[in-house]
């Protein structure tokens, strides 16, 4: 199964956003942030998962009849890999692009479900232009990098809020005027 089939699937790629922020999970765990997906259902994702190295059991532990295990993500195989994303055709790309916010969607759908008043808490979307050379654009990425490598290693806390990144960064088209 390449990755993005692996990763893109809808269920899956829930299971994989639910480690973000370096969260180690039992499957009960799991099951409770993704309570709308039938048990059955979620087990056999996460095997997929394990079994293609996505997910890896750090912990397990034996209570009542069976053994609970803990998983963490290993992010670097949590990503579609550079040679498949060159052999990607125009329509694999779209389709990929599709799976991605329509993961969005249903994650925004799922938080405004649980918080029907949106923006109190920090959460926004919006949408920008820069005009920038291609050494400035790199110099950005780069800062953009550097900050949310920054973050990306902050530990869990009492005070600490779990919040979930998107980007999305396209070059406008060309206007000839």
Known sequence: MSSADLLLHPVRLRIV??????RALTTAQIAAELDDVPTPSLYRHIATLTRAGVLQVVAERQGRGSVEKTYTLRLLAARLQPDEIES???????QAF?????????D???????????????ADYRVGAMWL?????????????????SRLTNKPTKNRHRRVAY????PAPENPH
Request: no cysteine; charged share 20%; aromatic share 10%.
């Open 167 to 170: 980007q999305v960064l396209l």
């Open 88 to 94: 990607m055709s125009l329509e694999d790309h779209t």
């Open 17 to 22: 956003k639910a480690f973000l922020g370096d």
């Open 98 to 106: 599709m799976a991605y916010i329509a993961g969005l969607l249903a």
């Open 133 to 149: 050379t291609d050494a400035e654009y790199a110099d950005f990425l780069t800062d953009l990098t550097a900050l949310l490598r």
């Open 108 to 122: 925004f759908d799922r938080y405004l479900a649980h918080d029907p008043a949106p923006g109190h808490d920090g």
